[in-house]
């Protein structure tokens, strides 16, 4: 993202657990094979450095950056690192359109979920591309917003899609952008590309209401909110109906949602 730009989703902490709760294994498994000690890695949108944190463990002794648009994630970041004895990382905040790096410095260059929040993801890659030492690797992974299915569909939870995709789009982001990556891939003078998908899935009642929290809370209590009433999308009545709706989804016994993550792997 921008270092001028504005996240969307904000740093709330119903946002921050989603990200938290991301690992190398449930978020970077198309990845793993290639995480062998010694590459060099930049992971760009790093945000509370879960990710990074296990790609750093993976590839040990190689150098690790951890880079985001907010100096303020990058501090959960670094405690992240320290609390799991990562000693191979370092913090840069970074502008995924205009990296300050050399052409080539790295074997891997990474981004997960950050290419549907901006405005010209093709700009982004063509970017990460330049940093990628020659054969080396760019990898992405973005959910696709209009992929994910739940069950059962209360009536008050079914407005929050709309709204999110209105609010998205009106920042600059795709919400449907997983579908989007092999295009904007090509698009960005990437030929040697792999396409595969992955999905998280909430099934649980643990599951359920952390998922519930996480995305029914956003929608009442975090920057989604805050520019959905701005934007003229929704009232604040509207957002608490609709958090309503995500926590009866939620205490159903035979609740369901799925998310479909879309993932390329880019020969450099």
């Not at 198309?30 to 463990?57: N, Q």
């Not at 952008?177 to 909430?202: E, H, K, N, P, Q």
């Amino acid at each position: 993202m921008s270092a001028n730009a504005t996240y969307t989703h904000g740093h709330h902490a119903n946002v921050l657990s989603s990200h938290q709760w991301r690992t190398v294994e449930n978020s970077a498994a198309y990845l793993v094979p290639h995480l062998r000690p010694g590459v060099s890695v930049l992971d760009v949108g790093c945000g509370p450095g879960t990710i990074t944190a296990g790609m750093a463990e993976l590839v040990a002794p190689g150098r690790v950056v951890a880079a985001d648009a907010a100096e303020v994630v990058l501090d959960e970041a670094r405690r992240t690192m320290a609390a799991r004895g990562v000693t191979n990382a370092e913090f840069a905040v970074a502008d995924v359109h205009d990296l300050d790096f050399p052409d080539g410095t790295f074997d891997i260059v990474h981004a997960h979920q950050v290419l549907q929040h901006i405005a010209d993801p093709v700009r982004a890659l063509a970017e990460m591309r330049r940093v990628a030492k020659p054969g080396g690797i760019v990898a992405a992974r973005d959910a696709d917003f209009g992929s994910m299915v739940w069950y059962p569909e209360p009536e008050a939870m079914a407005p929050w899609r709309s709204i999110y995709y209105k609010v998205a789009r009106g920042n600059g982001g795709e919400p449907d952008g997983g579908r989007l990556l092999v295009s904007w891939a090509r698009r960005a003078g990437f030929t040697d590309i792999t396409a595969s998908a992955s999905a998280w899935c909430y099934a649980t009642p643990e599951e359920r209401e952390w998922w519930s929290e996480s995305w029914g809370g956003r929608m009442r209590d975090s920057s989604v909110a805050d520019k959905a009433v701005a934007g003229g999308y929704a009232t604040r009545d509207e957002l608490q109906h609709i958090y309503e709706g995500w926590k009866e989804w939620a205490a159903a016994e035979d609740g369901w949602y799925s998310v479909t993550n879309c993932e390329i792997i880019c020969r450099a």
